[in-house]
């Protein structure tokens, strides 16, 4: 069965330090892993887009990792903003042709001043 | 702002009556899809249109429906609603429907009581 499973479930972190989210995957077959920042009532935003071949991709203070080998992403925050409190969800696509994407629960995250 | 627009934002209705989402896609996207959220759970993808035919099902019940119309903008409808039926609704759309970055709407929070 494909599956996303994100850790931890929640986190509570002060204002200006580093975290790191986790999403293990067992989706078959893989085409890409993509991790989206979703605000409270909004829709999710799109952080980073990784195939396979990708074993790092940057956007800003956000780091996403890829071990296709593991079936394992991180999101690494860096200098964490009051802004950033919010979810973030690990999303594999499992091509096929059509956006077959496959949605982890999500890391809810807290930033605190 | 994602480009978007999904109508309205919030509904309130009772058991057993029938709404409709609408959903606007970005300008130049041909492709719309439809994902449920209920509370703390993952996106669950309900269904996806291409140009306004139906490209791919998900777990869409069979008292939903969706349609895509010639001017590429979508509707939800759901029927003989249910309290489990409550959540937020999402609709999302892309270039071309392939495996390739999505957009999401703000979502359409559907309370049943």
């Known amino acids: 069965k494909n599956q996303v499973e994100q850790s931890p479930q929640s986190l509570i972190i002060l204002e200006g330090k580093n975290c790191t989210l986790q999403c293990n995957y067992t989706v078959s077959p893989f085409s890409n892993l993509r991790w989206y920042k979703q605000d409270t009532g909004r829709g999710p935003v799109s952080l980073t887009i990784m195939t396979f071949s990708e074993n790092t991709k940057s956007n800003g203070r956000y780091t996403a990792t890829l071990d296709a080998d593991t079936k394992q992403s991180s999101l690494h925050i860096t200098a964490s903003q009051l802004s950033d409190s919010a979810s973030y969800i690990c999303v594999v696509s499992s091509g096929g042709g059509y956006n077959k994407l496959i949605f982890g629960a999500g890391t809810r995250l807290a930033v605190h001043p | 702002d994602s480009g978007v627009t999904q109508t309205p934002k919030h509904l309130i209705t009772a058991t057993g009556q029938r709404v409709t989402l609408r959903c606007s896609p970005r300008?130049?996207?041909?492709?719309v899809y439809w994902y449920q959220q209920s509370l703390d759970q993952g996106l669950q993808f309900l269904i996806q249109y291409y140009n306004g035919e139906e490209r791919a099902k998900g777990n869409i019940l069979e008292r939903f429906s969706a349609q895509q119309f010639p001017d590429l903008h979508s509707e939800l409808n759901l029927s003989s609603l249910e309290l489990g039926d409550s959540a937020l609704y999402f609709c999302a759309s892309s270039v071309t429907g392939g495996n390739e970055k999505l957009f999401f709407g703000s979502g359409t929070q559907l309370s049943v009581l």
């Open positions: 300008s130049g996207d041909l492709s």
